[in-house]
């Protein structure tokens, strides 16, 4: 499975470096920043280091949705106090996660937000899932590229897992269910309870192939059995 690292608005050049140092010592090398130029100052070489090969890939992008276009399945780091949303993962509950999304998914992105706020809920709503670092301190903070070496360790693993060759109808099949969701909802006039909307949404990025397969069927014969 190919991860890319997504940096949304970071301001210091050091930080980034310091990612891609993390990144390149771990055997990724896809790195996305949005909204920044902050990667064209000196202090980005300086503290990458042997990594700048990373560094000449970088892609820019306006926003996050647009640094998103290519990729299957979105994880966003968050502090957990600080969110609206109920599901998270640890690092180590990724890898299974991802593990099992490689046979019918083929790109995923880890997005970590700005250093002194993080990312906003409009952003952290385009994620399949949430994702926090437990930490014991007062003061729940990562220097940012410290949180991306952390990911970045314990997902190398997935760089050896070989990919099974996605059918046709396999490929964004979660962002078609939470359309067909959203639509179904709406046609039911329930749009209006955002605690179920928000719980359906939260809930998808978690099913595995054949939980997703099988709602697939059953909105099928729901939306079949609907009054037109």
């Known amino acids: 499975m190919r991860l890319s690292i997504v940096l949304v608005s970071p301001a210091r050049a050091e930080?980034?470096?310091?990612?891609?140092?993390?990144?390149?010592?771990?055997?990724?090398?896809?790195?996305r920043i949005v909204d920044s130029v902050a990667h064209?100052?000196?202090?980005?070489?300086?503290?990458?280091?042997?990594?700048?090969?990373?560094?000449?890939?970088i892609t820019t992008y306006p926003t996050l949705e647009a640094a998103l276009h290519d990729v299957d399945f979105t994880i966003a780091t968050t502090a957990r106090s600080r969110a609206r949303f109920h599901y998270y993962a640890t690092p180590q509950?990724?890898?299974?996660?991802?593990?099992?999304?490689?046979?019918?998914?083929?790109h995923a992105?880890?997005?970590?937000?700005?250093?002194?706020?993080?990312?906003?809920?409009?952003?952290?709503?385009?994620?399949?899932?949430l994702?926090?670092?437990?930490?014991?301190?007062?003061?729940?903070?990562?220097n940012l590229g410290q949180a991306?070496?952390?990911y970045?360790?314990?997902?190398?693993?997935?760089?050896?897992?070989?990919?099974?060759?996605?059918?046709?109808?396999?490929?964004?099949?979660?962002?078609?269910?939470r359309g067909r969701i959203t639509a179904l909802l709406e046609r039911l006039d329930v749009a209006g309870d955002v605690k179920l909307a928000d719980w359906l949404q939260q809930r998808i990025g978690l099913f595995e192939h054949r939980d997703t397969v099988m709602l697939h069927r059953l909105l099928h014969d729901i939306e079949k059995n609907l009054p037109e």
């Open 15 to 31: 930080n980034i470096g310091a990612a891609a140092r993390a990144m390149k010592t771990m055997g990724f090398n896809d790195l």
């Open 40 to 57: 064209l100052e000196p202090a980005t070489r300086w503290v990458a280091h042997g990594s700048g090969d990373i560094i000449d890939g």
């Open 93 to 106: 509950e990724l890898v299974p996660m991802l593990t099992e999304k490689s046979q019918w998914m083929d």
């Open 109 to 129: 992105a880890v997005v970590f937000g700005r250093e002194d706020s993080g990312l906003t809920n409009e952003e952290l709503a385009l994620a399949d899932v």
């Open 131 to 142: 994702t926090g670092v437990p930490m014991v301190a007062d003061y729940p903070s990562l």
């Open 148 to 150: 991306v070496m952390v």
């Open 152 to 177: 970045c360790y314990q997902l190398s693993s997935l760089l050896q897992t070989v990919n099974v060759a996605a059918t046709a109808g396999d490929e964004n099949q979660l962002i078609a269910l």
